[in-house]
């Protein structure tokens, strides 16, 4: 069988079916980069096709995490969705963009605080591409209450909710990759992730301070209109609010513990959805089912098998051979390089395919670098630990480069332009790079510091 | 009289022949004017809808108050429910800014239109078949000589139930 040791750290041999798995791999990658194809279908052309050439067997392609698809990510993102899907038309998230807007007394830069710290914490516990589809429109409404120019908010909550979805396992797909391979559980992201995301999150607020902190002013008898709003209308279904809330605290207390009491992420994921489902009294789950985003989870599927095809040749353990011998195996260097070349990938092409072609790479390099070790005690080896949370910073801040770095961001420049308000790419990279250079530098500091000089 | 009164059985029977129309590029202010302005010595105050035509006089949209309305409607309102929490002056400054927008951008472009010789209830069909407030219809050359309001396919509903009241 395939197994991580069996595909990794050997010699390759380029024969016809690396070379196969190979041109089929960087065609498909140059398809979604170019977006001339939808993504989805691409990623299930290739991973077809990896079948089909018999560069992975059906078996290992569906049976296998390490070569083929991660159904502990499927079912996470697919229980996660759902758990949204419900709670969404109770108007909960109306209620606290509303709440938050008048907590800000219609103050403007207070309210960009707020909203900014509102969708950083909510994308730390669901998906960023969710938080700013409904934030986003609340954002809207109070810029016209207040007569400003709403292009600024927006652009701080798309990258508010990119720094915010960095900080747990949950909060951002290159995290539930990371956590599900590497065998991390919720607390080792919260102790290693949370508190570096606190600090980026106060510098990123300082900056957008010294960009928009000058222009935002507003007349009182407009701030009026915000703290006339009373946001207890937005709740639709107050009874479906009470059940949705104790389902997510139960969901929470469960990826808290996830690790202690020996369950995957998936599983608590997959309870409380269908806990949620039950207690909806729904009597037509199609309904709830067919709103899940089924492209982004088959985009999964596809990707896995078509990583899994390279993984296999070997194609993987010959790039990681390359990685080490350019580093020289200094461990420093690599934590470094992972992190910003992380950083500048994920700004221009999604890190989503990125980080799960990274993952076998760093796995495969472990393996070169402690042949002797197995499972957890290689995936968690101290040396390897920073290269795995480097990775994570790395892909999810890099994603606020540009305004095609991140699925919020593409959701967020759709909204405005809707809104008859064009965010162009030039003028998102304005904020979104030098936020991006200076977060990821702030975040590899740290990550030197707390692992290369203190050591914990 | 030559001929006996019959009941209007034809588009041109009952359409409003040389109606008013708007320019793609004439502002959506125009639009209001021109239809509040409709029909205004007619006894009925304004036209629920106008053709929208090009520069060689060609059909090329519909405008309606609906239009017109869902044009001042932010695209965020109808993102999420937000209706809860519009304020006093709302509609104002949302027809506003709307007002410089060009008939164009909010005109329903799907051409839809009738012969003069159509009969009226296909004239009905269309108008429920695209919730449209006016029909537009064509002469054999493909010019837009006359307009079928919904009011007046109406007057035709109540003339075939009452006639002795018509």
């Not at chain 1, 050439?53 to 070569?67: R, S, T, V």
């Not at chain 1, 606290?96 to 950083?120: D, N």
């Not at chain 1, 492209?295 to 993984?311: A, K, S």
Request: with cysteine.
């Amino acid at each position: 069988m395939g197994t991580e040791s069996a595909v990794a750290g050997g010699a390759v041999t380029m024969d016809a079916a690396f070379w196969v798995a190979t041109v089929i791999f960087l065609v498909s990658y140059a398809f979604i980069i170019s977006e001339k194809i939808h993504k989805t279908i691409v990623a299930l052309v290739g991973a077809s096709l990896v079948l089909v050439f018999k560069i992975l067997e059906q078996g290992e392609a569906f049976h296998l995490e390490a070569l083929g698809v991660d159904w502990n990510v499927i079912v996470l993102l697919v229980s996660m969705m759902l758990i949204v899907i419900l709670m969404r038309p109770t108007g909960v998230f109306e209620y606290v963009a509303i709440k938050s807007a008048r907590v800000g007394k219609g103050e403007p830069f207070r309210i960009m605080v707020i909203f900014a710290v509102v969708t950083a914490v909510i994308s730390a516990l669901l998906d960023n591409v969710t938080t700013v589809l409904l934030i986003a429109p609340v954002t809207l409404l109070i810029a016209d209450a207040l007569e400003l120019d709403p292009v600024p908010f927006l652009i701080t909550e798309a990258l508010a909710s990119n720094i915010g979805g960095t900080a747990t396992l949950i909060g951002d797909p290159p995290n539930i990759m990371i956590g599900s391979r590497a065998q991390l559980d919720f607390m080792q992201f919260i102790y290693n992730l949370t508190p570096i995301i606190i600090i980026v999150m106060v510098v990123f607020l300082g900056l957008m301070k010294l960009f928009f902190g000058r222009g935002l002013k507003v007349r009182p008898e407009l701030k009026e209109r915000v703290l006339r709003m009373n946001e207890r209308e937005a709740i639709k279904d107050p009874v479906m609010l009470k059940k949705s809330l104790a389902v997510l605290a139960i969901v929470i207390v469960g990826f808290v513990l996830h690790g202690f009491l020996g369950y995957q992420p998936a599983t608590v994921a997959l309870f409380g959805a269908s806990l949620l489902l039950l207690l909806s009294g729904t009597k037509e789950p199609h309904h709830v089912l067919a709103e899940v985003e089924w492209p982004t989870i088959f985009f999964f599927i596809g990707l896995f098998i078509l990583v899994g095809g390279i993984v296999k040749v070997g194609l993987i353990s010959w790039l990681s051979t390359k990685l080490l011998t350019a580093t020289g195996g200094n461990l420093l260097a690599t934590t470094m390089v992972v992190g910003w070349f992380s950083a500048f990938a994920s700004a221009f092409v999604d890190n989503i395919p990125y980080v799960a072609t990274m993952i076998p790479l760093i796995i495969d390099m472990a393996h070169q670098l402690w042949p002797d070790l197995q499972g957890t005690a290689l995936l968690h080896h101290p040396d390897l630990m920073p290269i795995w949370w480097s990775l994570a910073l790395g892909a999810c801040l890099g994603g606020n480069g540009t305004a095609i770095g991140a699925s919020a961001n593409v959701i967020v420049v759709g909204m405005s332009e809707r809104a008859g308000k064009r965010i162009t790419f030039i003028r998102f990279m304005l904020y979104g790079m030098p936020i991006m250079i200076i977060t990821v530098a702030v975040a590899m500091l740290y990550v030197w510091i707390r692992y290369f000089v203190l050591g914990w | 009289m030559s001929e006996s009164p019959r009941p209007p059985r034809e588009a041109r029977d009952i359409m409003e022949s040389a109606p008013p129309f708007l320019l793609a590029t004439d502002s959506v202010r125009d639009a209001v004017r021109t239809m509040y302005m409709g029909r205004a010595g007619a006894g009925t105050e304004g036209v629920p809808g106008l053709v929208v035509l090009d520069a060689g006089g060609s059909l090329v949209g519909l405008v309606s108050q609906h239009d017109v309305l869902r044009a001042i409607l932010p695209a965020y309102m109808t993102m999420v429910d937000l209706s809860e929490f519009a304020w006093d002056e709302m509609l104002g400054e949302m027809a506003a800014r709307m007002a410089v927008k060009t008939v164009g951008e909010v005109m329903n472009p799907d051409v839809v239109s009738v012969a003069e010789d159509a009969p009226l209830m296909e004239c009905v069909d269309l108008v429920v078949l695209h919730s449209l407030d006016c029909v537009p219809v064509l002469d054999a050359a493909g010019k837009v000589v006359g307009v079928v309001y919904v009011r007046d396919l109406y007057r035709a509903v109540a003339e075939a139930l009452f006639p002795q009241e018509a």
